[in-house]
């Protein structure tokens, strides 16, 4: 695990050297084999244009990998972070499950209170302000404050039937052609118990756009290329 830790950090150091705090969690193996996942990943897009979106910031690690991957990145990027901060919208009656989701779940910080957070790493203020948007609110109402024109990754964390169904029919057009859609919950076998709604909403929104989600060998995670139209 150690090796697997040296590499994400010496990844880190290369994409972001400047940064005043790690950003892998130390020794964590489900952290640092996260960083290497989204740094494999962000590599597919980097000869193309788009801003960086996450919709679902929860306790904001994704959110800080995609920042220290942005900022040293040749293109600009905007990241856009999205969230209620007031943590899960009500249930459907897709997302019943061994988790029993409540309303009001993963309710974790505040806007003020992350962007801070993103600032103290070592980004600075100013790189921050010019490069960092959070959206609060829920995802019907907030995707509308999208203004950017492109997205070339677009990572969902979003965990019920019906956010994953709303962000996905907001912004999957926004997409730019080889651009990478992740998402956090999508499961196969024994494991899509935990999270059926995302599930079926993801197989639902991708039947006839000829592209089925693929997993990601090393981190078990999975993902879609957006095919050319």
Known sequence: MKNLYRKARKAVKSA?????KPVVPTFSLKYT???LYHQRMYEQIKHLPGDIVECGIGQGVTFTFLTTLAYNDPTPRTIWGFDSFEGFPEPT?????IRAPKKGDW??????????YVTNLGFGDDWTKSNVIFVKGFFEDSLQHYTGDQIA???????LYASYVTT??????????GGVILFDEYMRGMDQIKYPGAK???DEFFADKGVSPQRDVHSGKYYVIKPAA
């Open 168 to 177: 996905l029919e907001g912004l999957y057009d926004k997409v730019v052609p």
């Open 16 to 20: 972001a050297p400047d940064l005043k």
């Open 200 to 202: 079926q909403a993801i």
């Open 33 to 35: 084999t996260l960083f």
């Open 107 to 116: 309710r974790l910080t505040s806007v003020s209170e992350y962007y801070k």
């Open 93 to 97: 009656a897709e997302d019943d499950s």
């Open 153 to 159: 990754y677009l990572h969902l964390d979003v965990d």
